[in-house]
């Protein structure tokens, strides 16, 4: 799997919901998300558990 590995999340999406948009359509090809500075992770069936979680309280569901 390939995965892309971003220093910080504050340049990718111009929101919240384009940001969750962008890491379904990188899931869908089959690339991994990684942020090194918010350490949130696509790559692993864990992570992925992680941003589920972390997406749902602000009513987006990836």
Do not use: C
């Not at 089959?30 to 997406?55: K, Q, Y």
Request: charged fraction near 25%; avoid cysteine.
């Amino acid at each position: 799997m390939h995965t892309l590995v971003v220093l910080s999340l504050d340049r990718h999406g111009r929101s919240f919901q384009e940001f969750i948009n962008m890491v379904a359509e990188l899931r869908e090809r089959g690339i991994g998300f990684t942020s090194l500075h918010e350490d949130l992770d696509t790559t692993t069936p864990g992570a992925r558990l992680d941003f589920h979680v972390f997406a749902r309280p602000r009513g987006v569901h990836p």
